[in-house]
T-cell receptor, first 115, second 111 residues
């Protein structure tokens, strides 16, 4: 069982370039999330999705876009990369039932550097 | 919105007990999670509390007081491999599904 798979693991971008971070999960989770983690900090929510065709902004959405055409996939698009987007990006998924232990399962992360 | 506070760093000795506190302010509460994150790795789930009280799972226990907006993670019989960052996360209003994370507490276990 693969869980949550992110690609790529590492990437260096030049300022102004664009890229898509891929995320797929095979647990049939309805909720999926994108977080970024800056050094020594916690996770900041970029975007999340409660199901196919539905996405919503998190705490730090500027400079990013997402789509959720299937239950399994939740790609994150960076347009016009900036040095402030240098970070580690984590994709995660969970069930979305309230008052139930709906732990999030995380991908292994993408370490992105913008130069 | 939600605001979560944890100590930045803690140090403890192998074999000892350590308590990591988390306080939160939230406009809607639907559970509190603790995650462990080793350096360079993804977070992994440790515990979940939605009702007041203590949840015990082996060497790890987690406590919640909703009226005080307070939780702690208790690690017993510390081992060197417990050196990691511990993240407190609060899940928001029902059906929102998303959680807000604290900045994490970096625990260093010394021999």
């Amino acid at each position: 069982n693969a869980g949550v798979t992110q690609t790529p693991k590492f990437r260096i971008l030049k300022i102004g370039q664009s890229m898509t971070l891929q995320c797929t999960q095979d647990m049939n989770h309805n909720y999926m999330y994108w977080y970024r983690q800056d050094p020594g900090m916690g996770l900041k929510l970029i975007y999340y999705s409660v199901g196919a065709g539905i996405t919503d902004k998190g705490e730090v959405p500027n400079g990013y876009n997402v789509s959720r055409s299937t239950t399994e996939d939740f790609p994150l698009r960076l347009e016009l990369a900036a040095p402030s987007q240098t970070s580690v990006y984590f994709c995660a998924s969970s069930y979305g039932q309230p008052r139930v232990n709906t732990e999030a399962f995380f991908g292994q992360g993408t370490r992105l550097t913008v130069v | 919105g939600q605001n979560i506070d944890q100590p930045t760093e803690m140090t403890a000795t192998e074999g000892a007990i350590v308590q990591i506190n988390c306080t939160y302010q939230t406009s809607g509460f639907n559970g509190l999670f603790w995650y462990q994150q080793h350096a360079g790795e993804a977070p992994t789930f440790l515990s979940y509390n939605v009702l007041d009280g203590l949840e015990e799972k082996g060497r790890f226990s987690s406590f919640l007081s909703r009226s005080k907006g307070y939780s702690y993670l208790l690690l017993k019989e510390l081992q060197m491999k417990d050196s990691a960052s511990y993240l407190c996360a609060v899940r928001g209003p029902p059906n929102a599904g998303k959680s807000t994370f604290g900045d994490g507490t970096t625990l260093t276990v010394k021999p």
